[in-house]
């Protein structure tokens, strides 16, 4: 249960109380800022391989191979269209298709290329915010059949540099490394190399200069030319940290990551990525056909207060602008305009980091009906997992107030931020001794917008919201993900899933043991939704999930938990009306199946409610699940499935003044003398609650679902 103050606990435990609320509408898209980018220039020439970085001045400096020919530009003012186009050459030759890199500070920028050989690598250095350039100096070169094709820069302190790039050789696959080498009093250094694997290519390097030194590339880790076999593959973007002693210790490598990768049986790459940290981090990197004319700069983002180590980015989603095989190039600086900018060669954009802003309408909530309940699902109108369990309902419909025609132009003004998508925090509580006290519901995103007009002629704006639930039930897989046998556990599983969506999976220490140490096989199919994945990951163990705010947290529900909060009774909270009952489970016996042993021996466990079956008669769920490798894992399921029936088969509701630190799955004492019922323990299946002003008298109730405890 949520803390309230104690005013706020005494004003909701009396027979009347009068209600207020806090609406607030925020332009993010998931718990992340939306960025609304517009298109600053573009000018429809072929793209290059292009850097971009924002000098200390906040000018913006860019640098490209104009067909093998090194040019920059400096624009000061971003809104200037000429700015844009107009670039300086006379820097020499370069390769035609190799990456370019480009790092600041202060004065100083610093411009690393390839050489038009592809064997050299120059760096050159302004001290005037990127204005003029001085002679290319020799970071690196290789000889023979050794080539270099990606470079990403950094500044280790002062003048000071670190350059990170790759190395292959032609006549052997696979042969491509990392390597670093660091520029210290104006001397550079030997390079080392990261001492991984071999990747067959590497194209494109990026590396945001935080804690460590964070860094995403494109990869290409197998050696099908196009990756039409069964289990190969293609191309993949990867993230590393090279460490100076925030996440990873100084001077040493992380292992690569997986971020994003095609699926097999297809020629898709990834590659040409680029990376920021603006109000989370965030990357873009171009997907193309191999072997079509045909490519697309892709977005992801990551959630709020991970480590780049533990990121789990959301699924990619198509960038407004096509852009070009090279990619989009990011640039933001912290304390600057407030904007982050994406530019490739012949185009650029800018979006301000914080989107569109907040605003608050929480006066003029007249009337709204919000619903939490667990995310069971239904396959054709029939729960197939937990029994009762559904939710096609979750989210919250708000009508708010229009007379004034304040509201009539959503999307502009003042209430620009008023989106489909949009966030929603929604704060209900009451007039207390302190003032107007709230707690909030979890967070809601607006799915639809209607403006309605009564038969009394009042005018109200209606915002139909959605969960977190619903925003994963939106949303679908865009390539295979799989996991096999001992990669990973549960817990890790449904982590990345619910990252997909944008949201963050936190342990409040109620989960079970099994869900952190069962690292069964699992597969998700392209097009699946995010719902469905992970409730079937969780159905391998005895946890649900439920969101606080917009941040998913794991339970078991534990028999012996104490309880949460009192109902009826001596200076308890009131109860309007109620039902009790003892409703019937879906089943009373699991079997659970997971193949054979070596030996045939069948792999089995199981679990029976006998008083149930006594009653009711025998029903049986079976279940096949190959993810365990002993009776007892087996039995650990059968166990746990049955409690998830027993626990949250519905045995009644209780109709009150509205609790608002109620949360699902809280566990609750209820005396009722009217029902014959004294200090009996529930579980909370399920939360609606109205508040209607429209007509009297006002109507503001919270209806609780009980389960058992």
């Known amino acids: 249960m949520r803390n309230l103050t104690s005013t706020l606990l005494a004003a909701q435990k009396k027979a009347r109380g009068t209600p207020c609320f806090k609406l607030y509408i925020s332009d993010r898209l998931g718990m992340q800022y939306r960025h609304h980018w517009e298109q600053l220039y573009s000018d429809g020439v072929d793209d290059y391989p292009h850097a971009m970085v924002i000098a200390g001045d906040e000018s913006i400096v860019r640098v490209l191979s104009d067909n093998g020919t090194a040019k920059y530009q400096r624009v000061t003012d971003p809104t200037v269209g000429a700015q844009w186009e107009s670039w300086t050459g006379g820097m020499g030759t370069c390769s035609t298709g190799y990456q370019m890199a480009l790092c600041a500070s202060g004065v100083y920028v610093w411009w690393f290329y390839i050489d038009s050989t592809a064997q050299i690598l120059y760096c050159r250095e302004s001290s005037d915010y990127g204005a003029s350039w001085g002679s290319a100096v020799t970071v690196h070169s290789c000889s023979g059949t050794n080539y270099l094709e990606s470079v990403a820069g950094a500044v280790s302190g002062g003048t000071d540099l670190i350059v990170f790039y790759s190395k292959f050789d032609s006549s052997t696959a696979p042969s491509a490394h990392l390597y670093r080498r660091k520029r210290t009093s104006g001397a550079w250094g030997s390079a080392t190399s990261w001492g991984k694997a071999a990747h067959y290519q590497i194209r494109g390097l990026t590396c945001w200069n935080g804690d460590d030194y964070q860094m995403l590339y494109g990869g290409r880790v197998s050696g099908v030319a196009y990756g039409f076999e069964a289990g190969t593959m293609l191309w993949g973007i990867w993230s590393i940290v090279y460490g100076k002693g925030g996440d990873v210790a100084a001077d040493t490598w992380s292992d690569p990551a997986e971020v994003d990768r095609g699926d097999a049986g297809t020629s898709w790459a990834s590659a040409w990525p680029s990376l920021v940290y603006a109000d989370v981090y965030r990357a873009v990197f171009t ?423």
């Not at 056909?289 to 992801?300: A, F, H, P």
């Not at 802003?357 to 239904?378: N, Q």
């Not at 559904?390 to 989106?419: C, F, K, R, T």
């Not at 990951?537 to 999930?545: E, R, Y």
């Open 287 to 709: 997907g193309y056909l191999i072997g079509e004319e045909y490519s697309r700069v892709v977005q992801m983002r990551g959630y709020y207060g991970a480590t780049f180590q533990d990121h789990k980015w959301t699924d990619p989603a198509p960038f407004q602008a096509e852009g070009g095989p090279y990619g989009m190039n990011l640039g933001y600086r912290s304390g600057g305009d407030g904007h982050v900018y994406a530019a490739c060669s012949n185009a650029a954009y800018r979006a301000a980091v914080t989107g569109l802003g907040t605003c608050e309408l929480g006066a003029r909530a007249k009337k709204y009906r919000a619903v939490d309940r667990w995310a069971g699902y239904k396959a054709a109108g029939v729960a197939v997992d937990y029994g009762q369990l559904v939710s096609p309902d979750s989210g919250a419909e708000i009508w708010l107030e229009n007379d004034d025609g304040e509201l009539s132009s959503l999307g502009s003004g003042d209430y620009e931020m008023v989106l489909r998508g949009s966030r929603v925090e929604f704060g209900r509580g009451y007039h207390t001794s302190n003032g107007e006290e709230v707690a909030y519901w979890p967070d809601l995103w607006i799915e639809d917008i209607e403006h309605v007009v009564d038969f009394l002629g009042r005018r109200y704006v209606v915002l139909h919201c959605i969960s977190a639930w619903g925003v994963m039930s939106a949303m679908s897989a865009g390539r295979q993900y799989h996991w096999l046998e001992g990669d990973a556990s549960v817990w890790d599983i449904v982590e990345r899933l619910v990252g997909l969506a944008g949201f963050r999976l936190i342990s409040q220490g109620e989960q079970s043991d099994l869900i952190s140490s069962l690292e069964p096989p699992y597969i998700v199919h392209p097009g699946q939704d995010l719902r469905g994945t992970v409730l079937g990951a969780l159905s391998k163990v005895p946890d649900f999930i439920f969101f606080d705010g917009g941040t998913a947290y794991v339970k078991e529900l534990a028999s012996d938990e104490s309880s949460d909060y009192t109902y009826g009774g001596s200076g308890q909270h009131v109860i309007i009306s109620a039902r009790y009952g003892t409703r019937t489970a879906a089943y009373n016996h699991i079997e659970v199946f997971a193949g054979v042993t070596e030996g045939g021996i069948p792999i089995f466990g199981d679990e029976v409610d006998y008083e149930e079956v006594s009653l009711v008669g025998h029903r049986l769920q079976k279940v096949y699940d190959y993810a365990y490798s002993d009776d007892g894992d087996c039995d650990d399921r059968a166990v746990g499935q049955l409690r998830k029936h027993n626990a949250t088969r519905k045995r009644g509701e209780i109709v009150t003044l509205p609790n608002v630190g109620l949360e699902l799955f809280d566990v609750v004492t209820i005396t009722d003398s009217r029902a014959g019922i004294s200090s009996e323990k529930y579980r909370v299946r399920g939360i609606e609650e109205v508040f209607d002003s429209t007509k009297p008298p006002v109507v503001y109730r919270q209806t609780v679902e009980l389960g058992g405890p």
